[in-house]
């Protein structure tokens, strides 16, 4: 993921805090501070076909060399915590959205936003899909910022109110992005590991220790950390 909001590149000159965060549905704000912006490119003319449907061996490798680690390291990170699937979008240029009611109320009373014009949900989704973002238009028509910030977004379910933490300078931004591809997906991602003090032991292969900030106290109980050990040892087989 290293891509543009829409179709033209834009660029994230912001700062943010590297602090250490468990990815958890209750977690809130992060205070700026200082860390790095989520790169954003165009996506690359063999991307253009698949953008929405699945990450390739070349987006793999540029966020690892963007990062200092392995590609196995980064693989085996992104199928525990994204999924075997890796899905980012529920319908080209609609990522996957889970919108939370209570997190709206809260946010709604703490972020002045004016409630989005003109808004219609998106056609073609069903069932499950359907009914998020039909929620999330709803919200987003009192309150736009605070109903983005209430969402967890793409492969990763990474809240809205992360924003500055991957990198971006507003919601609308993050939001954008999410929307553009899995490669930007996968590029706020990875601003978001270098953000929250994750990229060391990323870098190190401890498992344990990404687990525990990613995933949170229940990491062990669940099994995060051998997971991405055994994901991590399948993937470097391949490269030999």
């Known amino acids: 993921m290293r891509i543009a909001a829409g179709a033209a590149a834009i660029t994230a000159a912001v700062v943010l805090l ?6 958890t549905r209750g977690q809130d704000d992060a205070t700026p501070g200082g860390g790095i912006s989520v790169r954003v490119d165009s996506v690359p003319a063999s991307d253009e076909s698949t ?5 390739t061996d070349a987006d ?3 966020v690892a060399e ?3 680690v392995e590609i196995a390291s980064i693989k085996a990170v992104v199928e525990i915590e994204a999924g075997k699937q890796m899905k980012g979008f529920w319908a080209p240029g609609i990522p996957i959205a889970n919108f939370d009611r209570t997190m709206f109320a ?3 009373k703490k972020v002045s936003s004016a409630g989005a014009t003109g808004e219609k949900v998106p056609e073609g989704l069903s069932g499950y899909a359907l009914r998020e973002w039909t929620e999330l238009i709803n919200a987003r028509r009192k309150n736009a910022a605070a109903a983005n910030m ?3 977004w793409g492969m990763f379910q990474i809240g809205g109110f992360n924003y500055r933490l991957c990198g971006c300078e507003t919601v609308d931004e993050f939001v954008r992005l999410m929307a553009y591809s899995e490669l930007e997906q996968l590029e706020l991602f990875a601003a978001f590991v270098v953000n929250t003090g994750m990229l060391a032991d990323l870098k190190s292969k401890n498992w344990r220790g990404f687990a525990r900030k990613y995933n949170g106290a229940s990491y062990a109980r669940r099994g995060y950390h051998t997971r991405m050990a055994a994901a991590y040892s399948k993937y470097k087989k391949t490269e030999q």
């Not at 953008?51 to 990450?55: D, E, P, T, V």
């Open 18 to 23: 590297l602090t250490t965060v468990a990815v």
């Open 150 to 152: 209430a969402t967890f």
């Open 51 to 55: 953008r929405y449907s699945g990450l």
């Open 106 to 108: 809260r946010y709604r």
């Open 60 to 62: 793999f490798r540029l």
């Open 66 to 68: 963007e990062l200092g």
